[in-house]
C-alpha cells in the first residue's frame, strides 16, 4: 500500500466537544460553556482552571459557527477606514481587531476612500456578510450614512469623527489643537499657521477650533494667507506648506492637524532651505511611531488609539449602558521641531 492510500485510510481524528470536555472534568456541558466562553469575564477559580486545561489536553477548540447559531450572530464585527496606507487608520484598526479579540470577536475590515458611494457599498458588503455591528472612521459630517443606519437599526460606532448624533468614540480634538498651539506661544511664537484638514471631519474642524482658541487668548491675529484647508496626505501637506513658506513673510511655526501633514511640510521646508527646529517649529497630531524617529523629531499631539478603540468596541456591544460620546484626552510629546523663535 502506498503512502497516499495509507493517509487515506487513516482514522479521521475526532474533534473534542464540549461534552466531551465536561465529562472529563465531572462538571456540567453549562458550567464548560460558561468558562470557556471567551466574551465573558475569566473565572480565576480552581475548578475554571481545571477546565481549561481540560480543554487544553483534549485538543477543544470553539465551533464559532454552531455557537453562532444559537446566539443568531456570527462574533464579527465590520470595521470601515478611508484606507489601510494611513497610518492613523490602519493603527486604530489593529487597536480594534485587538480590542474585539479580548471579548471573543474577530473583526473584518473594509476601505472606502473618501468617495461616499464607496462607503456605501462597502457599508452593505459587511453587511451582508452579516457582522454583528460596524465601526466606522469615515463619517463626514454631511454625511447621510450614520443617519441611515439609525432609522435601520444597525448597530454601530463612529471612531476617531463623529457626526454629532451616532455613538462615538473619539479624542478630544479642540484640546489636542489647543496644546498644540498653546505650546508655540508658550516658546515665544507669534506668528504661528496653520495646515487644517479637510473640513468635512469634525476630528480636523476642531483641532482648528483647539488653534483658533489659543490665538484668541493670547491675543494673537490669525494671518489668513498662514492658514488653509487641505486633505490629510503628505503631498497635500507639502502642497500646502510650499505656499505658506514661499510667501515674503512667512510664519515662525506651523501646527499641521495631523502627522502626515506635518511630513508633507518638512519637504517643503527643505525644498526652501530652512532648518525644521531652528527657522521653522511645527507640531503634528497622532504622534504616529515614525515621527520620533526623523532626523528631526516631530512634536506631536498623542491621543491613546487603544482607549479610542477599546471605547468603540465596549460600545458596540454593550449599547444597554451606552453613552452617546466616549472622549479620551490627548497629550502633547515635545521634541527637537520646535524651539523658540530666532531673535
Not at 62 to 82: C, E, H, K, M, Q
Not at 108 to 127: F, M, Y
Not at 210 to 239: K, P, T, V
Request: proline share 5%.
Amino acid at each position: 500500500m502506498d503512502q497516499e492510500s495509507e493517509l487515506n485510510d487513516a482514522p479521521e481524528k475526532k474533534l473534542a466537544t464540549m461534552r466531551d470536555v465536561a465529562r472529563a472534568a465531572g462538571v456540567s456541558v453549562s458550567t464548560v460553556s460558561r468558562v470557556l466562553d471567551e466574551r465573558l469575564p475569566a473565572s480565576r477559580s480552581a475548578s475554571a482552571d481545571k477546565i481549561r486545561q481540560v480543554a487544553r489536553e483534549l485538543g477543544y477548540r470553539r465551533d464559532y459557527v454552531a455557537s453562532s447559531l444559537r446566539r443568531g450572530d456570527t462574533g464579527t464585527l465590520g470595521v470601515l477606514v478611508p484606507r489601510l496606507t494611513d497610518a492613523v487608520t490602519a493603527m486604530l484598526f489593529e487597536e480594534i481587531a485587538r480590542a474585539a479579540a479580548r471579548r471573543g470577536y474577530f473583526a473584518i475590515v473594509a476601505t472606502c476612500g473618501d468617495s461616499q458611494d464607496q462607503e456605501k457599498n462597502a457599508v452593505e458588503s459587511l453587511l451582508d456578510r452579516r457582522v454583528d455591528g460596524l465601526i466606522m472612521s469615515t463619517c463626514r459630517l454631511d454625511d447621510p450614512l450614520p443617519q441611515a443606519l439609525r432609522e435601520r437599526d444597525v448597530p454601530h460606532v463612529l471612531a476617531l469623527r463623529t457626526d454629532g448624533f451616532s455613538p462615538s468614540s473619539v479624542g478630544d480634538d479642540e484640546l489636542g489643537g489647543y496644546l498644540a498651539t498653546r505650546h508655540l506661544i508658550d516658546l515665544g511664537h507669534r506668528d504661528i499657521g496653520l495646515i487644517g484638514g479637510p473640513d468635512f471631519a469634525s476630528n480636523a474642524r476642531n483641532r482648528r477650533k483647539g488653534f483658533e482658541r489659543a490665538m484668541q487668548e493670547a491675543g494673537l491675529r490669525i494671518d489668513a494667507e498662514w492658514c488653509c484647508h487641505s486633505d490629510f496626505n503628505i503631498a497635500s501637506g507639502e502642497q500646502q506648506g510650499t505656499k505658506i513658506l514661499s510667501q515674503p513673510h512667512r510664519p515662525s511655526a506651523l501646527f499641521a492637524v495631523n502627522d502626515e501633514l506635518a511630513i508633507g511640510v518638512l519637504a517643503a521646508a527643505h525644498q526652501q532651505g530652512l532648518m525644521i527646529g531652528e527657522d521653522l517649529s511645527l507640531v503634528g497630531y497622532n504622534d504616529i511611531p515614525l515621527v520620533s524617529r526623523l532626523p528631526v523629531a516631530l512634536t506631536s499631539v498623542r491621543t491613546p488609539l487603544e482607549h479610542i478603540a477599546s471605547n468603540a468596541v465596549d460600545m458596540l456591544l454593550n449599547p444597554e449602558i451606552n453613552n452617546n460620546m466616549r472622549v479620551t484626552t490627548p497629550s502633547l510629546i515635545p521634541r527637537k521641531s520646535t524651539s523658540s523663535p530666532r531673535k
